[in-house]
């Protein structure tokens, strides 16, 4: 009897498979000119997909990095003005940015925004580091740092401040201590003693061996008058 059963199971999934299979043929045979032209169309975007990438994407981020190179070395020699705008023969940051995006990397509208704010112009610094979408922690914290002093120079305190908590709260440890002091000056400048004393008191107590750290009790004193 048990024998039975089992054989009568072993038909039925058989006949189960059978008919699926015959279901797939079935579907398959109604719409197999469907079916041929979605797997075309997959192959050609596929390949298109990867010729782009290949032949024009990554030769223009070469292209891009090779422009941007000249821009770079004047931003580190503070020049800031010919690492933005260039000097007929090289581009400067704001033309690679229009002409390649972020091909060259992402950092290019961290060196624009800063290269804005050297040169005083505090609404087009913001509108590039805006843009910066760095993960890089120290060059994110740096691009939330700039973005409260473009505030701070515009007497947005406020905004720097939610800034500077920002760059804290991203920044490598090393840097910490500075982005603490800056927010506490906002603070001070918006009346909030009590909250700058707490940015002060943070670096006296986590970050004592930082630059910071070593005039900090004058700032202390002068918030808890």
Not at 188 to 215: F, M, N, R, V
Request: aromatic share 10%; with cysteine.
């Amino acid at each position: 009897m048990a024998q039975k059963n089992l054989n009568e199971k072993e038909a039925q999934r058989q006949e189960n498979i059978e008919q699926t299979v015959s279901a797939t043929e079935q579907f398959f045979n109604e719409n197999k000119k469907t079916i041929w032209c979605v797997v075309a169309a997959v192959l050609v975007i596929g390949l298109g997909a990867l010729a782009y990438n290949k032949f024009i994407y990554q030769p223009k981020c070469v292209e891009a990095m090779q422009q941007a190179f000249p821009a770079e070395m004047s931003f580190q020699n503070g020049e800031y003005e010919l690492a933005l705008n260039g000097d007929g023969n090289n581009l400067g940051f704001a033309d690679i940015i229009a002409d390649y995006g972020t091909k060259a990397g992402k950092a290019v509208y961290l060196y624009a925004g800063i290269c804005e704010l050297q040169l005083g112009n505090n609404e087009e610094a913001l509108s590039y580091l805006k843009k910066y979408k760095g993960k890089e922690p120290i060059l994110a914290a740096r691009a939330k740092s700039c973005e409260g002093d473009a505030y701070v120079a515009l007497g947005d305190y406020a905004a720097a401040v939610r800034s500077y908590k920002a760059a804290a709260a991203c920044a490598d440890n090393v840097f910490v201590a500075g982005y603490l002091l800056k927010e506490g000056s906002a603070l001070e400048a918006l009346g909030q003693k009590e909250e700058a004393l707490a940015c002060y008191k943070t670096i006296e107590e986590d970050y004592p061996q930082s630059i910071e750290a070593y005039e900090i009790a004058k700032h202390i004193a002068r918030v808890s008058e």
